[in-house]
């Protein structure tokens, strides 16, 4: 059974930096898109950036690309996201989800929209305070 665990949200000032991370286990596939999404209350989740864990290729919102960098540390199965200079608009609950059933890869690398990926975490809440 796959299980995915996220750490590392909280609250933080316009500006400022988190970095979440995601763990996932029960699940060692090397070549996979792992991503992660948020989801702000009354929106849907929407996904904030990707990487195929074969390669590394990664693929990002427009609203975070140049502040957010997602990166994996294969060995350990996990995923990282280095959250930098934050608004208030980021403020979300951030959710770490995992692509088993081999739909997310593309050729861009991996797809944005969740109905690809199968399995997600708890998540994790950030809110960045303006």
């Known amino acids: 059974q796959v299980r995915l665990e996220e750490s590392g949200g909280g609250s933080v000032l316009a500006g400022g930096s988190l970095r979440l991370s995601c763990t996932a286990s029960?699940?060692?596939?090397?070549?996979?898109?792992m991503g992660w999404f948020r989801q702000a209350p009354g929106k849907e989740r929407e996904g904030v950036a990707r990487?195929?864990?074969?390669?590394?290729?990664?693929n990002y919102a427009d609203s975070v690309k140049g502040r957010f960098t997602i990166s994996q540390d294969s060995a350990k199965n996990t995923v990282t996201l280095q959250m930098n200079r934050l608004k208030h608009e980021d403020t979300a609950r951030y959710y770490c989800?995992?692509?088993?059933?081999?739909?997310?890869?593309?050729?861009?690398?991996?797809?944005?929209?969740?109905?690809?990926?199968?399995?997600w975490g708890q998540g994790t809440q950030v809110t960045v305070s303006s």
């Open positions: 989800e995992v692509d088993t059933q081999g739909r997310a890869p593309n050729a861009g690398g991996c797809s944005r929209y969740e109905s690809n990926y199968s399995s």
């Open positions: 990487i195929y864990t074969d390669g590394g290729i990664t």
């Open positions: 029960g699940y060692t596939r090397r070549n996979k898109c």
